[in-house]
């Protein structure tokens, strides 16, 4: 259990610092960056969290993780989408009245 663990955690940080040497490296825009941290808490949170989970077994610090991933995958679409919007009408392609 300890092994599946331990895989679990290095695949998260490994998506997490893939995603975050490529959004460094990439050459594009605000939007183009935007869309590189989606693994960060799509697949990242999730293959870390499990990894807590299989490493603490079942109690309340894993109720607590399994909460904590669960808040990060619903609450990620709309951040996202209001970041977006936020660069949107920081670039002037957006009305900043219309978001209200």
């Not at 050459?27 to 990894?51: E, K, M, N, Q």
């Not at 109720?63 to 679409?77: H, K, S, Y």
């Amino acid at each position: 259990m300890q092994l599946a663990a331990l895989c679990c955690v290095i695949a998260g940080t490994a998506v997490t610092v893939a995603a975050s040497l490529s959004a460094l490296v990439t050459r594009g825009g605000f939007f183009v960056r935007l869309h590189l941290l989606t693994p960060v808490t799509s697949l990242a949170g999730p293959l870390i969290g499990l990894g807590l989970v299989l490493a603490n077994g079942v109690g309340f610090t894993a109720a607590q993780v399994v909460v904590i991933v669960v808040g990060l995958a619903v609450a990620n679409p709309a951040m996202q989408a209001a970041t977006a919007r936020l660069g949107a009408v920081a670039d002037g392609e957006a009305d900043r009245e219309a978001a209200r």
